[in-house]
Each structure stands twice: as C-alpha cells, then as structure tokens.
C-alpha cells in the first residue's frame, strides 16, 4: 500500500470526498499534516505492534559494535552471529553499543526490530501485510482529529484502529482446548 491511499482513505474519513473522488491530493491544505500523522502511526505499529526485523552485517571493533553502524534505529536486538561461522554470540548492551563477548569476531550478522524511516506519498509502507489501508488510516485520523483538537473523534477513531490492530496481531488459526479428566 502506498502512503498516498492511506491518506486518501483517512480524507473520505474525515469527511474530505472532494479529495477522495478527483485524486488531487497534492494540493490539499492538510497534507503535510496528514503525512506527519502517517509517519506517526507507521512508527507505533512497528514498535508495539508488529515489529520489522532486519538482518545486517556489520562491522565489530574491539568487540564493540556501535550502534550508528546500523542503517536503521535499533529497537531490540534479537541475534549476533560471527558473519563467517555462523555462531551466535551472547550479547549485552551499552549506552552507546552492543558489546560481544566473543571478542575474536571482526564481522556480525545482526539480526534487529527497528523503526521505520519517514516516508513520502509515493513510498510503501512498511508494514506487515496483515494491516491493511482502512487500519492505517483509521490511525491517521486518530492522530489528526487529537492534533486539531477534535477529542470525541479522535477517540472513536483510535477505538476503531485499535480493535483493527488488535484483529490483524491476533493468530489465527485452530484454537485447542487441552482435554480434561473427571475424577
């Protein structure tokens, strides 16, 4: 999905069908705003709801590897291996890095959770396949109605993004009840 539909989606909810019908989103007086929001709401889906992780390989120094190595803000490490055995490496971290205790390692694949960087109208989102537009957008309007000082809207939006968000984490699948004994 394009940050573009998700903001057109979010305008046909607030009520902007102008919009939503000739696809003049460029001009829009809101759209900045709307973009911000987005961004917003990309960012929370990816740091307490679905998470993306990214493996990167990345340079050890003394057994330190800092984290303005990493392309993306690291949220959580979940994994280090030495990048040409393979070996997983424990870990702990600092303020400023992430300290191996394997110091005979020069190379690591990382294995992180991270944030997403801000996106432009033409751009993917970055999230699961799970969460479709009408969740993000839902998010969106949340975010907007708040900013604009619209509180009754903007909690029935979050209601609504949230049961969604709540929908699309949620496993599916069979559910199984452990058989019981009576005695």
């Known amino acids: ?71 993306r803000r690291v949220l959580e490490v979940l994994t280090i291996k030495d990048a040409n055995t393979q070996i997983k490496s424990v870990f702990r971290h600092t303020p400023s890095s992430l300290e191996v205790v394997n110091k005979d390692i020069k190379r690591a694949k990382v294995k992180y959770n991270c944030t997403p960087a801000d996106i432009d109208l033409e751009e993917q989102c970055p999230v699961s396949p799970l969460v479709g537009v009408k969740t993000v957008a839902m998010g969106v309007c949340s975010e907007f109605c708040l900013i604009e000082g619209m509180y009754e809207q903007s909690v029935m939006f979050s209601e609504r993004y949230k049961e969604d968000l709540r929908g699309a984490v949620r496993k599916k699948g069979e559910i199984r009840i452990k058989p019981r004994r009576w005695y």
């Open 1 to 71: 999905m394009l940050l573009k539909e998700v903001i057109m989606t979010a305008l046909t909810y607030l009520g902007d069908e102008e919009v939503a019908l000739d696809g003049e989103l460029v001009r829009h007086p809101k759209l900045s705003l709307l973009s911000r929001c987005a961004n917003i709401v990309l960012k929370e889906i990816a740091t307490d709801y679905l998470p993306i992780t990214i493996e990167e390989e990345v340079v050890v120094k003394e057994g330190r590897i800092s984290y303005d190595a990493f392309s």
